[in-house]
């Protein structure tokens, strides 16, 4: 790790800690040439691959965006929103493998919305899905409906 401030290229840990519940470490560092000290933040990269080949990394802005635009008017505040991209996103970390098919973060998405908001987990899985017909949407009514019960 280089020094940010002087660019030595050898820096000395002094101290390490676990954040977000594990899933990275921040590190307490200082220059040996400088004698200024710095903190790093280390995390494990998770990359998602589209339908079209293309790796990029997970993001858990994009999958609250989505999910907002799913919500539109619906009383879902902010902060359901956040605890459902950390909840997609423990989920998906805790397949244990660095690359994951974009489908299968739809599919960690649904569970958690249905559970949030049945009406934006019906928009949210008529787009996802590919609903195509009100047979579809009737399908989906009905599971939801079973599972209430």
């Known amino acids: 790790m280089h020094c940010p401030f002087c660019r030595h290229p050898d820096t000395r840990v002094i101290d390490s800690r676990s954040t977000e519940d594990g899933a990275a470490i921040r590190r307490r560092r200082n220059c040996p040439d400088c004698e200024r000290r710095f903190t790093t933040q280390e995390s494990v990269l998770l990359m998602v691959t589209k339908r079209s080949g293309v790796t990029e990394p997970f993001s858990r802005t994009k999958i609250i965006a989505g999910v907002r635009r ?4 619906r009383p879902v505040s902010e902060d359901a929103l956040a605890v459902l991209g950390q909840q997609v996103e423990d989920e998906i970390r805790a397949r244990g493998s660095a690359e994951v098919p974009s489908h299968e973060v739809g599919l960690a998405i649904l569970g958690p919305l ?27 009514i009905a599971d939801l409906r079973g599972r209430s019960s």
Request: proline share 0%.
């Open 114 to 140: 249905r559970e949030l908001d049945e009406v934006a987990y019906l928009r949210f899985a008529s787009v996802y899905q590919g609903f195509d017909s009100l047979a579809d949407f009737e399908t989906a």
């Open 70 to 73: 799913a919500c539109q008017g």
